[in-house]
C-alpha cells in the first residue's frame, strides 16, 4: 500500500454542528493527501463521528461501531460519545483510537499512527472552505462550540465544554467562500447562537463595537443569500434578531426551544420562562414581523411533571398557535442532573403524553398552513428530478421541517437546485405544501 491509495470510511451521525464537525475531519483528511468515502466498502480505516445526546443516538452510535469492527479491522472514533472512552472499550476493545467532540486534528494524527508509511500529499483539489457534506446550495455556519448554561436535562456542557464563540471575521470569511461557491441559503449554528461573543465580552470587528450575534448576522446579511438561525435562546435580546428578520436580513425563522411552559417544571429544567411570559414574547415578535415563522421544541413527561402541567403545555399551544413543533418524551441521560430528580414518569404515560400532544400540534400546522393557499411565497429548490420538484419556503428549514411540491408550466424556464423561485400555493397537508411556479 501507498500514501496515495488509503482509503478512508466516514459515517456521521447527529446533528447539523457535528456535521460541521465532520466536514473539518474530512477536509484535514483530503488535504493529507486520504481518499474518503460515506462507506465501509473497500475502506482500510472507518472515522466514526459519533452522537451522544440522549440514551437512543449512543445506542445508535455504538450499533454502527460494532458494524463497522465487521467490516474493517482498523476503527477511529471521536464526536460527543468520545469522552465515554471507557464505555466503547468495555463493549469494543478491537477500537483502534477515540477522541472526543470537535477534534479534527486528533483525528488526523489518529489516522496517521495507523498509517505510519502515509506522507502528506495533496492529491485532491480542495475547494475554498472545505468539504461540504450538505447539498451545494446550502452549508450549516457553525460559530461556537459548547455551551455555559446548566439545563439539569442536558449534558452538552459536559461533552463539549462551555461556551467558546468562534472570530468573526473566521465565520465571515467561511461564509464568503461557501457563497462565492454557489451556496444560497447560509445555516446559522451553535449550540446557543444567541449567546455569541458572550465569553470574549463581545470584542469589536470590523465597524461594530460590540462583537455580538446580530453584528455578525449584520455582516453576513450582507452577502445576498438566505440566512437562516438555529438554536436561540430565549433572551429577552433575541428581539433584536426579530428586527432584523423584519428589516430583510434575516430569514423570518424564530427557531427557540422553550422546552416547557409550567414554571415549576423550568425551575426543575433549570430554564427560564413562564407560560404567560413566553406567550407575551411571541405576540412582541410577531408584532415585530408579522410574517415570522417559529420553531420551538418541547420535553414531554420530565420528571415529576402532574397531569395539570402536562395540561397547561397543551394550553400553551393552543393559544401561541406555533408553525413548527418538534416535541420529545424525556430519557435519563448518563450524568444529567435531571437522572436524581424524583418523580419518574412510566414510559407508557411518557407516551401517551407525547401522541396527545402532536395530535394537537398537527390540527394547529395543519389550520396553520392551510391558510397560505392562494399566497404567493419564495422557494428555494431543493430537488429536481423525474419525480417532480422539490423546494423549501423560508418557513422551513432542511431536513426538520416540511417541504413544497411544486407543478410548473411546460413553457416555463426549467429551474435547477438552488434556485429560489416565487410560487403560489394551491394545496397543503399537516406539515407540507403544493404549489405552482410563477
Request: aromatic share 8%; charged share 25%; net charge negative.
Amino acid at each position: 500500500m501507498t500514501s496515495a491509495n488509503i482509503k478512508i470510511g466516514f459515517i456521521s451521525l447527529g446533528c447539523p454542528k457535528n456535521l460541521v464537525d465532520s466536514q473539518n475531519i474530512i477536509t484535514l483528511l483530503m488535504e493529507s493527501g486520504y481518499e474518503v468515502s460515506d462507506t465501509y466498502e473497500g475502506a482500510d480505516a472507518v472515522v466514526i463521528n459519533t452522537c451522544g445526546f440522549i440514551e437512543s443516538s449512543v445506542t445508535e452510535s455504538m450499533d454502527v461501531i460494532g458494524e463497522a469492527l465487521e467490516n474493517c479491522k482498523k476503527i477511529v472514533v471521536t464526536g460527543c460519545l468520545g469522552p465515554r472512552k471507557e464505555y466503547i472499550l468495555e463493549h469494543y476493545p478491537q477500537v483502534a483510537a477515540v477522541s472526543g467532540p470537535h477534534s479534527p486534528r486528533q483525528v488526523l494524527h489518529d489516522i496517521n499512527a495507523l498509517f505510519p508509511e502515509h506522507r502528506a500529499c495533496s492529491l485532491f483539489k480542495i475547494p475554498e472552505g472545505g468539504i461540504l457534506l450538505t447539498p451545494p446550495h446550502y452549508a450549516y455556519l457553525k460559530i461556537s462550540e459548547g455551551c455555559s448554561h446548566r439545563c439539569s436535562f442536558c449534558v452538552i456542557p459536559k461533552i463539549r465544554g462551555d461556551l467558546e464563540s468562534f472570530s468573526p471575521e473566521y465565520i465571515l470569511k467561511q461564509a464568503e467562500a461557501y457563497v462565492k461557491r454557489g451556496v444560497k441559503e447560509l445555516l446559522v449554528v451553535a449550540q446557543d447562537t444567541s449567546a455569541f461573543g458572550v465569553d470574549k465580552k463581545y470584542p469589536a470587528f470590523r465597524n461594530y463595537e460590540r462583537g455580538d450575534l446580530y453584528a455578525l448576522t449584520r455582516e453576513l446579511g450582507k452577502l445576498g443569500v438566505w440566512q437562516r438561525v438555529h438554536y436561540a435562546y430565549p433572551y429577552p435580546h433575541v428581539e433584536k434578531l426579530v428586527e432584523q428578520m423584519a428589516e430583510g436580513l434575516v430569514l423570518p425563522y424564530m427557531d427557540v426551544p422553550m422546552q416547557h411552559v409550567n414554571k415549576r417544571i423550568l425551575g426543575l429544567m433549570k430554564r427560564p420562562g413562564s407560560h404567560e411570559r413566553h406567550l407575551e414574547t411571541i405576540r412582541k415578535w410577531r408584532s415585530i414581523c408579522p410574517d415570522l415563522t417559529i420553531r420551538s421544541t418541547f420535553i414531554v413527561g420530565f420528571p415529576g411533571e402532574t397531569e395539570e402541567e402536562f395540561s397547561e403545555l397543551l394550553d400553551f399551544i393552543r393559544e401561541a398557535r406555533l408553525n413548527r413543533v418538534g416535541c420529545f418524551t424525556y430519557s435519563n441521560i448518563l450524568n444529567a442532573d435531571a437522572n436524581e430528580l424524583p418523580g419518574q414518569i412510566p414510559e407508557e404515560v411518557k407516551q401517551e403524553r407525547y401522541d396527545r400532544f402532536m395530535t394537537l400540534q398537527q390540527q394547529i400546522s395543519a389550520e396553520l398552513l392551510e391558510a397560505k393557499i392562494g399566497s404567493d411565497v419564495d422557494v428555494i429548490i431543493d430537488e429536481v428530478s423525474e419525480q417532480g420538484i422539490v423546494g423549501r419556503t423560508k418557513g422551513d428549514a432542511p431536513e426538520i421541517d416540511g417541504v413544497i411540491f411544486l407543478h410548473q408550466n411546460d413553457n416555463f424556464s426549467p429551474v435547477g437546485v438552488g434556485d429560489i423561485v416565487k410560487v403560489r400555493v394551491t394545496a397543503s397537508d399537516e406539515y407540507d405544501l403544493e404549489g405552482d411556479i410563477l
